[in-house]
């Protein structure tokens, strides 16, 4: 796995992790705002809400004794 991240940037040394996982994230169709801000892609904020549900629902049974 080293290897092939040292042979990917070495084929782009400006491309950094931290900008590569912005773009992931960013709304595909319009990915700043009118100010330059990041939008978020609705599906992935979805499933984060989703998966912070599903955490706070198995915290509240496995320590609530319900």
Do not use: H, K, W
């Amino acid at each position: 796995m080293r290897e092939c991240l040292r042979e990917f940037y070495a084929q782009d040394p400006e491309e950094r992790l931290f900008a590569i996982l912005l773009r992931q994230i960013e709304e595909p169709l319009s990915p700043r705002t009118e100010n330059g801000r990041l939008r978020l892609n609705p599906i992935l904020l979805l499933l984060a809400v989703i998966l912070v549900l599903a955490v706070g629902t198995f915290l509240l049974f496995s320590f609530g004794g319900l």
